[in-house]
């Protein structure tokens, strides 16, 4: 992997890595931190290779938080996004590299560290013995908060994540939606300066996600740095200020949502539904599309909907001229289409684009 | 959205501290231990009754039932019972890591919120030990009352009080070390199996029903008794119980009592730090 400096503060430049195959634009990594804001999580060339495995699961990551931001983790399952918040979280021991969260390194203090950050978990792991109340309450004693304190905030929270009413209740009665809501009121007892949210909405329902979203609004607004894995395209746009995208252990880009998509100025997509007609190959249409004059790329995606094929093409310039070339291509292929869209890119094609394939 | 220096707009949720909290890794820990202990409190006569009901059954129909026939000789009560007391402290504090430790791990995830609480990994392994022992000292302690109920007196020195408290305190201490290497070593699907064929041979090799120097006749028994941490913890507390039965002397006792615990607790440790560190499989 190549790494050119990106200015004066070490700044690495985002290299597409070997899997995505196009190059990226050059200037998708963070600037440097406003000498103000300062620096919430900082990791450098973060390397995890787990035993026994053929690959690195973290091939070398380096990015930054600004403090006070919502940051966005996007890929695929298995992409290292976990992984990655681990090693933050002071929960997996990095191969390599280094990580700061507000300041503390998590290798060399790993106590320091979680004094200062939260973590939502995916999966619940509240307290089963415990009322939701008293896991709040609990929680804060771990991390040394005075009781005065912990009662009064624990009030507070239940009262904001609507719990209030049912704080008696055991964890095992409640719903999925509350089950996360007590994680997170939980892991803000100790107001941590770093506030992680492992595929937070995973699982709820939309009146859940929409609440969530609100906290983490809410959440910046009262200057906690949040960092959150998702593999939702719109989760990620709606919340986060900058998005990393990673796959394969490599971050492929980092940037506001509105800058990655600007990123694919001047194209548009189409999105062909195919069918297979005797003698076709998905292989062998993609390539033809491909090789159309004016098509930038053209991806097979993951989840083929009903019987037939689907493709994702960007171009350069109008999509609706491109229409009956594509048919024609995708004929004389053996194909026959049967469905086209025409688009703005998105977030999700900028993932595509730099990836290749569909997130799910 | 505009933020009003001093007072936090109603209902929103609070930001992080300026300052932290004035703070030490112990206080998490006894914080933590806290925590066991009202779980714990609120469940205590269920806690009873599941540590005493095995010793309480094994005292009546050896110590009573036996010699009352005439099956056992008068005074086996004398051998038997500071082995019981042995047994149940080593017992309770094997079933008071193994189990929970399996479960915290594997299905309610719940140790996670203590290993990022902010003290070091091991120091949670050590509070589990800690209070697991705790619990088995409860248990042994509860056998002395339940002894004098069932044979109307049991064997006590006073002169040898606060040793036999050290000893107990070490069997409990022995058997949470035991369950700290199960409960982190033996993958969840096998733990119960694993329990079945661990605690059985652990109860009838630890010198708990018979005096450990009597067994010269059986020696490849005598030697499988000796490999058995627990047969010191026996042996120690009838030296200091009951000094006319035959027993291994109880300064060995001690010294090969220490020196297993510091052995479990290192094995246990590294079994529980990798399992922390999600570097098992």
Not at chain 1, 207 to 218: D, G, I, T
Not at chain 1, 258 to 282: F, I, N
Not at chain 2, 155 to 175: D, E, K, N, R
């Amino acid at each position: 992997m190549t790494a050119a400096p990106h200015d004066g503060t070490g700044e690495r430049l985002v290299d597409p890595g070997p899997g995505a195959g196009r190059a990226v634009s050059p200037d998708l990594d963070a600037p440097a931190m406003d000498a103000s804001g300062g620096v919430a999580v900082e990791v450098a060339d973060l390397v995890k290779r787990y035993p026994k495995a053929p690959v690195d699961s973290l091939a070398g990551v380096s990015f930054r938080v600004r403090r006070g931001e919502v940051f966005g983790f996007l890929g695929p399952n298995g992409a290292g996004k976990t992984t990655t918040i681990g090693i933050l979280t002071t929960r997996i021991r990095p191969t390599g590299g280094r990580a700061l969260v507000a300041g503390v390194d998590v290798v060399a203090d790993p106590v320091g560290a979680r004094r200062r950050l939260g973590v939502v978990p995916q999966i619940n792991n509240l307290d089963r013995s415990l009322s939701v109340r008293q896991n709040l309450l609990f929680h804060a004693s771990y991390h040394g908060v005075p009781a005065a304190v912990r009662n009064q905030r624990a009030d507070a929270l239940l009262e904001q994540f609507g719990l209030g009413d049912r704080h008696n209740g055991r964890p095992d009665d409640f719903s999925g939606g509350q089950i996360q809501r007590m994680m997170i009121a939980r892991a803000l007892m100790h107001s941590p300066a770093v506030l992680f949210l492992d595929e937070p909405s995973t699982g709820l329902d939309p009146a859940a996600r929409l609440f969530l979203w609100e906290k983490v609004a809410e959440l910046k607004a009262s200057g906690t740095t949040v960092v959150i894995t998702t593999h939702d395209m719109d989760e990620a746009a709606a919340l986060s200020d900058r998005v990393a995208i990673i796959d394969h252990g490599t971050l492929l880009a980092l940037d506001t949502p509105e800058a990655l998509v600007k990123g694919m100025t001047g194209e548009r997509t189409l999105d062909c539904t195919v069918e297979s007609g005797p003698g076709a190959s998905a292989t062998a249409i993609g390539e033809r599309l491909a090789a159309l004059a004016g098509v930038i790329q053209s991806d097979l995606l993951d989840d083929p909907s009903g019987a037939g094929w689907r493709f994702r093409i960007f171009v350069e310039g109008e999509a609706a001229a491109f229409v009956a070339p594509v048919a024609q291509a995708i004929s004389t292929s053996g194909g026959k289409l049967l469905d086209v869209r025409l688009g703005e890119p998105n977030l999700e094609d900028v993932f595509i684009h730099l990836t290749g394939r569909a997130l799910r | 959205m505009t933020v009003i220096a001093e007072e936090p707009a109603a209902g929103a949720v609070p930001g992080p501290m300026d300052e932290l909290p004035k703070w030490g890794p112990w206080m998490t820990g006894l914080a933590i231990l806290r925590r066991d202990l009202f779980v714990t409190g609120r469940e205590f006569p269920v806690f009873l009754a599941q540590v005493i009901l095995q010793p309480l059954f094994l005292l009546f129909v050896f110590g009573k039932v036996l010699t009352e026939l005439g099956y056992a000789r008068p005074g086996y009560e004398q051998v038997l019972f500071p082995g019981l007391v042995a047994l149940a402290a080593v017992l309770t504090g094997l079933q008071s890591t193994a189990l929970p430790l399996v479960i915290e791990f594997s299905y309610s995830n719940e140790i996670e919120d203590r290993l990022l609480a902010p003290l070091p990994t091991g120091a949670v392994a050590v509070e589990k030990v800690v209070f697991a022992a705790m619990r088995a000292c409860v248990a042994a302690a509860v056998m002395f009352p339940v002894g004098v109920w069932i044979l109307g007196s049991i064997p006590w020195q006073a002169s040898t009080g606060p040793a036999v408290v050290a000893m107990i305190v070490l069997g409990s201490l022995i058997g949470a070390a035991m369950g700290l290497i199960l409960g982190t070593y033996v993958p969840p699907n096998r733990i119960s199996v694993t329990l079945t064929l661990a605690i059985t041979p652990l109860i009838f090799t630890g010198s708990s029903q018979y005096p450990w120097p009597s067994l010269g006749t059986l020696r490849w028994f005598q030697v499988l008794s000796a490999l058995n941490p627990m047969t010191y913890v026996s042996e120690g507390l009838r030296g200091l119980m009951a000094p006319e039965v035959p027993h291994i002397q109880t300064w060995i006792c001690f010294v090969v009592a220490v020196g297993s615990l510091t052995i479990l607790m290192a094995i246990g440790m590294i079994g529980f730090n990798r399992r922390a560190m999600g570097e098992f499989g």
